[in-house]
């Protein structure tokens, strides 16, 4: 005997998929007599039809990954895609030395550890290419 009829207005009541709902096969002459929405509703409050929780979809094995690509697994030339640059751009290299350097040169000249012409100096340096850190 089939209960898909059944089955179907239960997902609908419900509000879920057809293969989240669970028909007691024990009962199934009884839900197989219910042919309305009403008569679902009622075994539904039964008990013969159930909702099934949704199934986990775990992420330990992603952490697990992402903890041993922290300590440098994982990252060899086979796993790379990329070129170098597109993974690092040699750009955003460069402007994070200058940044750096620029303002520890601003800090200096505030506390007056250098004046303005050092500064200069330094800065036009910096911007050469002539300091590496």
Not at 4 to 23: E, F, M, T, Y
Not at 57 to 79: F, P, Q
Request: net charge positive; with cysteine; proline share 2%.
């Amino acid at each position: 005997m089939s209960m898909k009829l059944q089955k179907r207005l239960a997902a609908s009541i419900k509000d879920c998929g057809k293969g989240r709902i669970w028909l007691d096969p024990n009962e199934a002459n009884e839900i197989s007599m219910a042919n309305s929405r009403f008569n679902v509703r009622k075994l539904i409050k039964d008990g013969l039809i159930i909702r099934k929780a949704v199934k986990m979809h775990s992420r330990s094995r992603v952490r697990k990954n992402l903890d041993a690509k922290r300590k440098g697994r994982h990252t060899g030339i086979g796993k790379r895609k990329g070129t170098r640059e597109a993974r690092m751009p040699t750009k955003v290299l460069w402007m994070r030395r200058q940044r750096v350097l620029r303002r520890l040169l601003r800090k200096y000249r505030q506390q007056k550890k250098i004046d303005k012409h050092i500064y200069h100096f330094f800065y036009r340096h910096a911007k050469g290419n002539c300091y590496k850190n």
